[in-house]
């Protein structure tokens, strides 16, 4: 079982006073009284001598001295000599008589020329002690005081010793109690808090401000409580860091599988169709011209695939590598696309393709615009490639603030919701079979994402009401210049 601090700082402090109080109060019943006998012993020395002073052999020239003496002292005063007493006067010697002839109580005690003795008093039935010493005159002097009085006084001292003993442990109980609570407070707060911080909570701070030893270990567990907080804010940063550093290395080590998987899967079919059709001519399975010229019109147009596919492949490599650098220039967006739509102008009429150009008005935007019209020649390629029979392609060219935003619509079937965020991936093909069938090789809109990334713009796609439109945003300048 657990002892508080407090409860044993009282015990001890209580034992501690206690003691005192019971050792001074056993010293004060055992010594007191023998203290005292002393003490009187050195006053009737001392009031001796100056009797001895005083005194030339008649006491008569002194009475009064001596009157005082035994009032002050407390103590009967005895002259006497070889003829009897010479003092006190006649009323008081017989008495005194009587007391000088009594027995002695102890053998007696020498200090010098002077000469203690304990006699017992007949009349009034009390000890005392007496002092006998022999005065320059030749005279006797005789000194005692009653030991009744002493003792009454050593008994009055120790029952007064006995109560404020009693008075001092109740007083000094209730101090040791106020203290212990006043000084364990500051070291109780000191555990709590260092319970929480062993729990993981740093917010409790130390509030003591005393200018001692505690204070200033107070003032150390909060600074080492800051220390540990920043130090474990900054590991957990760290931890996360590594976390996502491996989940990082872990979806690019899954990408490096996938994408060396996907080029092995793009380059198979061509290398396939060009090695079966070139044994074939090498062994002349065929002997007609026509047949060879398809043969080798087969090669070329896998080597052309095979040639796109390498162009992407670095293309998309020089973009996801970091350290291309975008060349960036004014210029007009809008001619930009008429040129790229010229381009194709000879697809769209041989496929009747109905377009729509929409334009608000010729606008210099800032971009590498060899990269936009890559991005341009993507979005209309797959327009083209994915038109239903309604053979709709819009083109949008829109103002909104300080962007200029553009969109090329198809009309056609949606992307499936599963597949919008996904097109972006290399080599992901929402129908593979489609898309081999149009030469695409799944790395152009992975390449989109790197040109528009490096220019901080946003971009996506959507399925709207009849088909499916991709957009993106481009910077414009902050006047705009007509044409």
């Given at each position: 079982?657990?002892k508080?601090?407090?409860?044993?700082?009282?015990?001890?402090?209580?034992?501690?006073?206690?003691?005192?109080?019971?050792?001074?109060?056993?010293?004060?019943?055992?010594?007191?009284?023998?203290?005292?006998?002393?003490?009187?012993?050195?006053?009737?020395?001392?009031?001796?001598?100056?009797?001895?002073?005083?005194?030339?052999?008649?006491?008569?020239?002194?009475?009064?001295?001596?009157?005082?003496?035994?009032?002050?002292?407390?103590?009967?005063?005895?002259i006497?000599?070889?003829?009897?007493?010479?003092?006190?006067?006649?009323n008081?010697?017989?008495?005194?008589?009587?007391?000088?002839?009594?027995?002695l109580?102890?053998?007696?005690?020498?200090?010098?020329?002077?000469?203690?003795?304990?006699r017992?008093?007949?009349?009034?039935?009390?000890?005392?002690?007496?002092?006998?010493?022999?005065?320059?005159?030749?005279?006797?002097?005789?000194?005692r005081?009653?030991?009744?009085?002493?003792?009454?006084?050593?008994?009055?001292?120790?029952?007064f010793?006995?109560?404020?003993?009693?008075?001092?442990?109740?007083?000094?109980?209730?101090?040791?109690?106020?203290?212990?609570?006043?000084?364990?407070?500051?070291?109780?707060?000191?555990?709590?808090?260092?319970?929480?911080?062993?729990n993981?909570?740093f917010?409790?701070?130390?509030?003591?401000?005393?200018?001692?030893?505690?204070?200033?270990?107070?003032?150390?567990?909060?600074?080492?409580?800051?220390?540990?907080?920043?130090?474990?804010?900054?590991?957990?940063?760290?931890?996360?860091?590594?976390?996502k550093d491996?989940?990082?290395?872990?979806?690019?080590e899954?990408?490096?599988?996938?994408?060396?998987?996907?080029v092995?899967?793009?380059?198979?079919?061509?290398?396939?169709l060009?090695?079966?059709?070139a044994?074939?001519?090498?062994?002349?399975?065929?002997?007609?011209?026509?047949?060879?010229?398809?043969?080798?019109?087969?090669?070329?147009?896998?080597?052309?695939?095979?040639?796109?596919?390498?162009?992407?492949?670095?293309?998309?490599?020089?973009?996801?590598?970091?350290?291309?650098?975008l060349?960036?220039?004014?210029?007009?967006?809008?001619?930009?696309?008429?040129?790229?739509?010229?381009?194709?102008?000879n697809?769209f009429?041989?496929?009747?393709?109905?377009?729509?150009?929409?334009?608000?008005?010729?606008?210099?935007?800032?971009?590498?615009?060899?990269?936009?019209e890559?991005?341009?020649?993507?979005?209309?390629?797959?327009?083209?490639?994915?038109?239903?029979?309604?053979?709709?392609?819009?083109?949008?060219i829109?103002?909104?603030?300080?962007?200029?935003?553009?969109?090329v619509?198809?009309?056609?079937?949606?992307?499936?919701e599963?597949?919008?965020?996904?097109?972006w991936?290399?080599?992901?093909?929402?129908?593979?079979?489609?898309?081999?069938?149009?030469?695409?090789?799944?790395?152009?809109?992975?390449?989109?994402?790197?040109?528009?990334?490096?220019?901080?713009?946003?971009?996506?796609?959507?399925?709207?009401?009849?088909?499916?439109?991709?957009?993106?945003d481009?910077?414009?300048?902050?006047?705009?210049?007509?044409?």
């Open positions: 079982m657990k508080s601090i407090r409860v044993r700082l009282f015990r001890g402090i209580s034992f501690i006073i206690v003691f005192f109080v019971f050792f001074s109060w056993f010293l004060n019943y055992q010594f007191l009284e023998k203290y005292y006998i002393y003490k009187k012993k050195n006053m009737l020395i001392e009031n001796s001598k100056l009797i001895d002073s005083l005194y030339k052999g008649n006491f008569e020239d002194i009475y009064t001295q001596l009157q005082i003496l035994e009032n002050t002292m407390g103590a009967n005063i005895i006497l000599n070889e003829k009897g007493i010479k003092y006190p006067y006649f008081k010697r017989k008495h005194m008589n009587m007391f000088l002839n009594s027995k109580k102890n053998k007696g005690e020498v200090d010098g020329k002077f000469v203690f003795v304990i017992n008093d007949p009349r009034l039935k009390i000890d005392f002690l007496v002092l006998q010493t022999l005065l320059k005159e030749g005279d006797v002097l005789i000194l005081v009653p030991l009744a009085a002493i003792e009454e006084s050593v008994a009055i001292a120790n029952k010793m006995f109560f404020t003993g009693i008075l001092f442990v109740l007083m000094g109980s209730i101090w040791a109690l106020l203290f212990s609570k006043k000084f364990t407070k500051p070291i109780l707060e000191l555990n709590r808090i260092t319970q929480a911080m062993a993981f909570d917010t409790k701070k130390c509030s003591i401000i005393e200018e001692d030893e505690i204070g200033e270990l107070g003032k150390n567990i909060n600074y080492l409580s800051d220390q540990l907080d920043n130090a474990i804010l900054e590991l957990n940063k760290k931890n996360e860091k590594l976390i491996i989940e990082k290395e872990r979806k690019l899954e990408m490096r599988k996938e994408f060396v998987s996907s092995s899967h793009e380059l198979k079919t061509p290398i396939a060009i090695q079966g059709y044994e074939g001519l090498i062994e002349n399975v065929i002997e007609d011209e026509e047949s060879k010229n398809f043969y080798c019109e087969v090669i070329v147009d896998e080597v052309k695939k095979m040639d796109k596919l390498v162009k992407d492949l670095l293309n998309l490599s020089q973009i996801e590598s970091g350290y291309f650098q060349e960036k220039t004014n210029f007009n967006i809008c001619d930009l696309v008429n040129q790229v739509i010229n381009k194709y102008k697809i009429e041989e496929k009747e393709i109905n377009l729509r150009i929409e334009n608000d008005e010729n606008i210099l935007v800032n971009g590498d615009i060899i990269r936009i890559q991005v341009l020649v993507n979005f209309i390629n797959n327009a083209i490639d994915h038109v239903d029979n309604k053979k709709i392609i819009d083109i949008s829109k103002s909104e603030g300080q962007k200029v935003r553009v969109s619509f198809n009309s056609g079937e949606h992307i499936p599963s597949s919008l965020d996904k097109i991936t290399s080599f992901y093909k929402v129908d593979k079979a489609r898309t081999r069938n149009y030469g695409g090789s799944g790395l152009g809109l992975s390449i989109v994402r790197g040109i528009l990334e490096l220019h901080n713009n946003n971009f996506g796609v959507d399925n709207v009401e009849g088909g499916v439109i991709f957009w993106f481009m910077d414009k300048m902050d006047e705009d210049i007509c044409f």
